[in-house]
């Protein structure tokens, strides 16, 4: 596992969780690759596997058992499946075949995938529930994510700053979210969209490899890179979305050469933001740049179709009261409005409140306080942006029968902006000056 604080001078393995306790999983299958020799470790005991194996692995008795065609392994503690010779480059769909795992946890684009897995699988019981790890490389890591967060066929230079970006993220490890699990990151948008080798490509395999062990720095330290579909047109200081931490290298920007015309900052306010959502400016990740008809063939795979730039969005008062009540567990009878507190500097809301009526007949307040807990709570299946107008359809006694978000952009906004690089990948830019965009003032430094 990494070690935190410390930039390493040498290429270091991670721990990536790949299934993790809220999934509930209490059993996963698994196939051995036909082409390559695995061996299986538990209890202290190492036994070689059978090509192309059918593995169902699962809790009995609170224990793991791992059942093949012909056998029953049961085991005290973990169990480690490996290849008996550790490849430098994985290729494409190779490794360990996990099946049903979940991509896009509590995000709208939730859905269940087969994955390819290089290096070690490690499988262990958590409070009752199964976690899977996968313990590989860095370099082989980063290859993985670049075209798990987007399509293969992106330009090399966009390829080059996603890893770049991604490996920078990752060396930084400033949240640790997972290391309580003995693990680096997960294999989610929560970290970085991680599918092992599933879609692994050669340009991909290249771009790891062309920026070995490159990284952003600023003020001596690994920037947090952070990164997001679509800005919108604007990019989102750090502290707007993790308040408490200021960085230089993520500042409220136009996603274009020059500000565009209908820009008229700072979008902090409504008025001024209200003018710009409901603009169609020329920017590297509009569609004046990259057509949305076009679009669908650069992004990931689990990625869904749908308008990134501009989007509306309608939720039924129903809907919305369902949600917010099982969600906060509060006990409204009906949402009568919702009022954004904050913005910050591209227009996304961090602070909104959820007036409503409850069963007492009483009015009463939710505060919803940043970027993640708005998106999550105003729309069941997670909503793209917190850079919204929001607008009521009045019913009887002044209660809205239904909320119309209008909205700019996927995601926080911060750093790069993932349409906005491919933009500028196909406008000809190279990697050094896409990054150079979207992380003003950082150097690229090589660390290994």
Not at 198 to 225: H, P, V, W, Y
Request: proline share 5%.
């Amino acid at each position: 596992m990494l070690t935190p604080g410390i930039i390493p001078n040498k290429e270091p393995k991670i721990r990536v969780g790949i299934v993790l306790p809220e999934d509930e999983y209490t059993s996963v299958t698994a196939k051995t690759p036909a082409d390559i020799d695995y061996q299986l470790e538990y209890s202290g005991k190492t036994l070689p596997m059978a090509r192309a194996c059918e593995l169902l692995i699962k809790i009995e008795a609170g224990k793991l058992a791992l059942h093949t065609p012909e056998k029953i392994f049961k085991a005290n503690q973990d169990i480690k499946i490996y290849p008996i010779l550790e490849l430098q480059i994985p290729q494409p769909e190779s490794g360990l075949l996990l099946k049903n795992i979940i991509s896009g946890r509590s995000f709208h684009w939730k859905k269940n995938i087969d994955i390819n897995l290089p290096g070690t699988v490690i499988v262990r019981i958590h409070e009752s529930h199964l976690i899977v790890i996968n313990e590989l490389p860095l370099e082989q890591y980063i290859m993985c994510v670049a075209t798990s967060e987007m399509s293969a066929k992106c330009p090399s230079e966009l390829i080059k700053a996603q890893t770049i970006a991604a490996r920078s993220w990752l060396l930084a490890n400033i949240e640790q979210k997972h290391r309580d699990l003995e693990m680096d990151v997960c294999n989610d948008d929560c970290c970085q969209r991680y599918q092992g080798s599933t879609f692994l490509n050669d340009q991909s395999i290249r771009g790891a490899r062309d920026t070995f062990g490159q990284i952003l720095m600023s003020n001596e330290k690994i920037c947090d890179a952070r990164y997001s579909k679509n800005c919108g047109g604007v990019t989102e200081a750090f502290e707007t979305i993790w308040p408490g931490v200021k960085h230089n290298y993520t500042v409220v920007k136009a996603d274009s050469s020059d500000d565009p015309m209908e820009w008229n900052p700072p979008l902090s306010e409504d008025n001024n933001f209200k003018r710009w959502v409901k603009s169609n400016p020329i920017a590297y990740c509009s569609p004046w740049t990259v057509p949305e008809n076009e679009l669908n063939q650069y992004l990931g795979n689990v990625d869904e179709k749908g308008a990134y730039f501009r989007w509306d969005i309608r939720v039924k008062q129903q809907e919305l009261l369902d949600h917010i009540n099982q969600l906060h567990s509060i006990d409204a009878k009906a949402i009568v409005n919702l009022e954004i507190l904050n913005r910050g500097g591209s227009g996304r809301a961090n602070r909104l409140a959820v007036e409503y009526i409850n069963t007492n007949e009483e009015r009463q307040i939710l505060l919803l306080q940043s970027e993640y807990s708005i998106r999550q709570s105003l729309y069941p299946k997670f909503l793209y942006s917190s850079a919204i107008i929001i607008t009521p359809k009045m019913g009887k006694q002044n209660i809205p029968v239904s909320f119309q978000y209008h909205g700019a952009g996927w995601g926080h906004g911060v750093g790069l902006c993932q349409i906005g690089a491919l933009g500028m990948a196909l406008k000809g830019f190279e990697a050094e000056q896409i990054l150079a965009h979207y992380y003003p003032g950082s150097v690229i430094e090589k660390i290994y």
